[in-house]
C-alpha cells in the first residue's frame, strides 16, 4: 500500500498493492491493520456507502456539521474526479479543496477526515463508489455548500453542465456554510 499526501496534507490518496496475471486481479480493498500502519490513523468505520450514477452526475459538497464522517472512497467501476473541501477555520488549509482522479482502473481512494466538505462528478459513461463512513449518516445535521461557489473555484475537469440534485442546487455559498472550529 502506497499513501501519497494531496496539496492538502490530511486528505491522503491510498494506492493498493494489486497482484493480477491473466486471470484477472486480486487486491485488499481495506485492511485495518495496513491502513493504521500507513497512515498513522485509527479509523473505526461504521457504515459502508455505494452508489451509482450516470456521467455528468455531481453530488456535493456534502458534510455533516455534527457527527461528521470521516471517508475512504474508491470506485469500483467507471471514474470520477473526487473533491474534498477544508472548512475547519483553524486549519491553514481552511477554505481550499483538493482533487483526485478515482477509477476502477487505478484502484486509488481518497481518505477524507472529518471537517471536509466532499463531492464527485462522474466522468465515464457510468461510475459506482464505495466509500467507508467513521459515523452513521445524520440528516438532521446535513449540510451542503454549492459545488460551483466562486469563493473556492473548484477544477471539476468537467466542461459540460453537471446534473446535480434539487437539494444540492440549494446548497449554500461557502460564506455562508457552517463550518468546524
Sequence with gaps: MRVTASKISDVLIIEPDVFGDSRGFFFESFNKKKFEGATGLKADFV???HSRST???LRGLHYQIKQPQGKL???CCGEVFDVAVDIRRSSPTFGQWTGAF???ENKRQLWIPQGFAHGFVVLSKTAECLYKATDYYAPEHERCIRWDDKALAIN?????KPLVSEKDTRGCGFGQ???FE
Design 177 to 179: 456554510a457552517d463550518i
Design 156 to 160: 471539476w475537469h468537467f466542461d459540460d
Design 73 to 75: 472512497v474508491r470506485v
Design 55 to 57: 456521467k455528468g452526475v
Design 102 to 104: 478515482l477509477s476502477a
Design 47 to 49: 457504515q459502508d456507502n
